[in-house]
């Protein structure tokens, strides 16, 4: 009972003191060794965990801590010291195989756990120096990312596709939606965004300003690298000394060690891991990275201080690389998704192009003036002409009524003018006045059918000049369709060339 209270207490004590750490680390990181109540904590990894991380802030040798914590449980281990030296803008100092133990493997099928997205984006920012981030995209290349035109297209040219009118259709634009035209030109549009996109992703990024050193040792004498046996069992070659030169083995260097006793080292194969580097060991030697400001590392450092799992949902890998290569993500996230996604990128780039190079159809229906009328390279089709021109004398010149009452004025005008001549001069009039009267509705009627046959030759002459230039506006189409696919062959090259660039690591 007295055993199982203190161990509560020491465990309280631990976790108080991990708090307080995290807090440390990321204001001005800095961490001090754990209170020496918290050892006892039975099956604890954090405790030996964290005094590991103050040795190796301070510059001392921690091998003895590092392998117990790494006994108890390696992978936990590994990864709080990846991210606890991120944060406190110390990740030069990690050891290339803690980040292979951290990290893990990555699989399309399975969610990117809370702790790989967070080395993620450490090493993304920078946090590890150049051969951190070639650790991450060499495990991004593992995985064959599924190629959705559609899906990568919307995230990195987001929004519906315009309508685009050709200078060629800007007289019809009637003809600019109809789909067979509207869809290479479409393309084309797309594809120079998704060009200017790429580009912006890999162009060179600013850098992170290192902070300034807290490290107690002056810039001629670097402070010793764990790297040289942190998680190595006893015999290990561990001399290292403040004040010397850095041993091999820190995520920049590769592992030249010798030791003779049995090996415990966190995820360590044969070699070194992914994309070490020589010569680097040290924050004198290289700028160490500023403190980290991102969230999820935090989170990820909290969960792993609580002894539980992050909360939040989990991603596929495909959806946060969907999500990185986003107009305004963050532009070094967004560059090693556009090198992950290279091979979907290029599908749909490829597609686009060869939408773009899509050849005219050799006719089209185009509304003139209300009608259908089928377009064909060597003219208006005669078929849909002459039924539109039916129409036209249909709607503009309706067939009117026989003038029956006019004819029957100028009859009765003619009886009257005859019976007058005989009878009086009075009747006369009258016949003169009934034939004037029924002149007049003829007139009338004449001059209402030369208007609806003036409205029709109109009506007609409009439709041709409509139809002959719509007929002009396709050659130019096809002459423009010829530049476009060429433009667009140039712009698959460049966004190919641009993806061949990958990021910048350095």
Known sequence: MTMDLSTSIANSELHRYAEALLVHLTADGSASEPPPGTADVPGCWLAPAAQ????????????????????????????????????????????????????GELSADRPVTAGQRALWLAAARGAYGPAGKIFVLRKLDTVAIPAQDELWLKALVPGEPPVVVPPSLVDFPDLAVIPELAAPAQAAERLTRLRHRCLEITSPQPTFTPLPSTSPYPTEHPPPTPGTGPFTGPGTASSTRPGTTPAAGSVGGPDTRTGTGPSTTLGAGPGPA?????????????????????????????????????????????????????????PHLAAIALHAAAPAVKAAAEHLAEETGAHPPESVAMPILGHQIQLRPDGPESTSMKAAEDQIVASVAPARPTPFAAYALLILGVLLLGTGVVLSPFVCLAGLAVVAWGGRQMLQE?????????????????????????????????????????????????????????PRAA
């Open 446 to 502: 004449r001059s209402r059918q030369r208007a609806d046959l003036a409205r029709v030759s109109s009506r007609v002459a409009e439709l041709h000049e409509l139809a002959g230039g719509a007929v002009w506006a396709l050659h130019a189409y096809a002459r423009e369709a010829t530049h476009r696919s060429e433009t667009a062959e140039a712009e698959l090259a460049e966004i190919v060339r641009l993806l061949r660039r990958g």
């Open 274 to 330: 992914p994309g070490t580097r020589s010569g680097h060991g040290s924050a004198s030697q290289q700028p160490r990275s500023r403190a980290w400001p991102e969230a999820e590392p935090l989170a990820v450092l909290r969960a792993l201080i609580r002894q539980d799992e992050p909360s939040g949902p989990l991603s596929s890998l495909s959806g946060h690389l969907l999500e990185d290569v986003r107009p305004g993500a963050d």
């Open 52 to 103: 590991a991380l103050a040795l190796i802030l301070s510059g001392e040798e921690a091998l003895e801590p590092l392998s117990r914590a790494a006994q108890l449980n390696e992978e936990r281990t590994a990864l709080f010291l990846c991210l606890a030296l991120a944060v406190s803008g110390h990740g030069d100092r990690i050891h290339a195989s803690w980040l292979g133990t951290a990290f």
